[in-house]
Each structure stands twice: as structure tokens, then as C-alpha cells.
């Protein structure tokens, strides 16, 4: 577990005797230490597309010549790397603003029809490369209370990974429901699962279940992330149920109503 952290301080008193105070600096420790694993990750994801693409550059520029059609690869993996590399500072980015002790900017109602129809249009074209069938269900009409473009981006954030994990020719499914001052939007694949023992941390940023398949969908592992935050400055949440070979189901719950979470600085001290 996590080690204790106290700080303890001997004050002399005017008395002539001594106090002794003693202060919990437990979760001080905690955020210290998230903050420091963060910084060495950002770092790390950083480093290794910058070295890539300086190797590609020098080899690229040693095929000029002499073998054009090697240089052609090289310059492709180039082109690769660096739109990766650039999704990975703008969600990077993203992130740090959504961590900010910000409260949420200008929290107002937000027609969900609106939100599942933007989604619905980013994602056609990568579904229809893999031929997979993306397809609207449920309730029309409703309304949540927040920020529209966080809602589009998470929501968004969620079809593209049920496209990216999922095989050709399946089907993902966008429902709408209203449950107890609560909406949902529920967002479901036929793809290829997650194992119980990543299910719980595929939140966290930079988690990813599998680096090589992640890797070559593009993903930066942040996309999760950014979609708990969007959910938790809401006054919501986002769950999951999934399995392996079968599919996944990511739910992302909204108060349709203004909540004291939804208005308040967001929990995360996070970096
Ligand atoms: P990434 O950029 O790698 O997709 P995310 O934060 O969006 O990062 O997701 C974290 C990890 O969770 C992914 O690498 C993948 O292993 C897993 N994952 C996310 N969505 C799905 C899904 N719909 N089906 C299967 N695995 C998923």
C-alpha cells in the first residue's frame, strides 16, 4: 500500500515547554507522487516519437539517393510519427486544461439529439473504412446540463475506440436513455473485449491494454482519460462492461439537471 506521510514539528513554547505538531501529509505524498509518474510517462511518450523521427529523417535523407523507393517508406513512417506525435500534445493539452482548477466554463442544457448527431457524422468515415455498421438507438429529445463541446469530444472519444477496437463488418451502437434525473448515452461494439485485469485501469492516462495494437490504431492512451474527467466535471461518470471476444459497453452518465459537482471546482487534483 500507500506509505504513511507525516510530517511532525517540535515547537518551543513561550511556557518553557515543548509542543509537538504532527500533520498528515498522506495524500500530499499521493499527488506528489502521481504528479512525478506523470511527468516521467509524458516524457517517455514524448521522447520516443521525437527519437523515431529523427532516425527516419537521417534515413530518409541517407535512401535519397540511393534507393528512392526506401526513401518513399521512410517518408511515410515520417508522416505517421508526426500526426501521432501532434494528436498526442493536443490531447496532451486537452487533458491539462481539463485538470485545470477551473470550474466548468458556462454550464448550460444541452440537446443530446445534438451531441449523437455530431458524433454519428465524425465517425462515419472511419467506420465505413472497416465497414462497420454505426448505428443510433434510443430516446430523442433529451437534454443534460454542461458544456457542449467536452460532451461531443467524450462521447466522440468513445465511438472512436469502439471503430478502432473493433474487427471489419461489426456493428457499434450509440444509445440514448433517461434514467432518475440521469442521462444516458451508452456506447457499444462487437470488438475484441478487455481482460478483467485491465478493465479498471484503462482509465488511467497513458494505460493501454495492448501498446502494439494501440500503437498501430494510433492511439496515444489518453483518450479514456480525458473522457473520466469530462464525466466527473459534469457531476457524472463513465463505466464500463465488457468481454473478451464479444464486445464492449462504455457508458457515460449525465445529470440532466444543474448539480453542485457540475458548477464546483472539478475533484481531480491531478497535476
Ligand atoms: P488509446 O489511445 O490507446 O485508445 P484510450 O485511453 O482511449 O487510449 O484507451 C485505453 C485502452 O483501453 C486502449 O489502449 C485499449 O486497450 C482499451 N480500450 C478502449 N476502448 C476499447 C474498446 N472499445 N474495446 C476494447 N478495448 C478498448
Redesign the pocket.
Known sequence: GEPLGVNVRAVALDSGRVAIEAADVTEAHRVARVRRDFVANVSHELKTPVGALQLLAEALLDATDKDPAAAIRFAERIKHESTRLGRLVSELLELSRLQGAEPLPEPEPVDVDKITAEVLDRGKTPASAKEIELRFQGVRGLTVYGNENQLVTAVA?LVE??I???PERTTVTVTTSEDNGYVEIAVA?Q????EPR?IDR?FERF????RA??RA?G???????IVKHIATNHGGRVTVT?TVGVG?T?TLRLPSRPTDAALAIPPSVEI
Do not use: E, V
Not at 494505460?207 to 495492448?210: H, K, L, M, Q, V
Open positions: 472519444n475506440n469502439a478502432a477496437y473493433s461494439d470488438g475484441i473485449g478487455i485491465d484503462i494505460y493501454r491494454a495492448d495494437r494501440s490504431t492511439g496515444t492512451g489518453l483518450g479514456l482519460a465488457s464492449s462504455f
